[in-house]
T-cell receptor, first 117, second 115 residues
Framework: AQTVTQSQPEMSVQEAETVTLSCTYDTSESDYYLFWYKQPPSRQMILVIRQEAYKQQNATENRFSVNFQKAAKSFSLKISDSQLGDAAMYFCAYRSAYIDTGNQFYFGTGTSLTVIP | GEEVAQTPKHLVRGEGQKAKLYCAPIKGHSYVFWYQQVLKNEFKFLISFQNENVFDETGMPKERFSAKCLPNSPCSLEIQATKLEDSAVYFC?????????????FGPGTRLTVL
């Protein structure tokens, strides 16, 4: 089974600064998708950014970007110009591209991000 | 609808009571997933459906937990004889068949508290 590891239970960043959240995963599959979700105290799961494994180019969504290293099985999230509203739990997730493998998400254990005014 | 709907938002049960949670997937989505998020934030996959058929139930506890997705009805997750450790937020997610990114859209969750 696939595993997703987030080695930073907590991170903090000064407002307007940049922070990077780490994620590594283990899989024997060659085609898959990776996601970062934000979960504020309301518990709503909000998609931040996603990456297709077969794409070399790192995904970018406004202030959010990823550093996807397929060989190293690493998928870090960079938040630039951090804002108070970015404070939340962040979950890294893996999903196989093969429908017949079950297609569930595998989540990391999350990183709690604090933004300091 | 355009969003995954889950009801109720909160559910409180005494130990041993039954709990039933509902999920209405986004219209046109063929896959429904149930996840359990315990207080330590860990997500556990429970079960998935392809339309009304169980697709993957490898995460479902063999006892006490059951789920259904019937045509023209919300999907449901039922816990018989709840235990304290069932206290968690239960998320439902849906996705289109072979959608780009295989993205799952999450509902707001149902917080189950077992006393």
């Amino acid at each position: 089974a696939q595993t997703v590891t987030q080695s930073q239970p907590e991170m903090s960043v000064q407002e307007a600064e940049t922070v990077t959240l780490s994620c590594t995963y283990d899989t024997s599959e060659s085609d898959y998708y990776l996601f970062w979700y934000k979960q504020p105290p309301s518990r709503q799961m909000i998609l931040v950014i996603r990456q297709e494994a077969y794409k070399q180019q790192n995904a970018t969504e406004n202030r959010f970007s990823v550093n996807f290293q397929k060989a190293a099985k690493s998928f870090s999230l960079k938040i630039s110009d951090s804002q108070l509203g970015d404070a939340a739990m962040y979950f890294c997730a893996y999903r196989s591209a093969y429908i017949d493998t079950g297609n569930q998400f595998y989540f990391g254990t999350g990183t709690s991000l604090t933004v300091i005014p | 609808g355009e969003e995954v709907a889950q009801t109720p938002k909160h559910l409180v049960r005494g130990e041993g009571q039954k709990a039933k949670l509902y999920c209405a997937p986004i219209k046109g989505h063929s896959y429904v997933f149930w996840y359990q998020q315990v207080l330590k934030n860990e997500f556990k996959f429970l079960i998935s459906f392809q339309n009304e058929n169980v697709f993957d139930e490898t995460g479902m506890p063999k006892e006490r937990f059951s789920a259904k997705c019937l045509p023209n009805s919300p999907c449901s997750l039922e816990i018989q004889a709840t235990k304290l450790e069932d206290s968690a937020v239960y998320f439902c997610a849906s996705s289109q068949y072979r959608s780009r990114y295989n993205e799952q859209f999450f509902g707001p969750g149902t917080r189950l508290t077992v006393l």
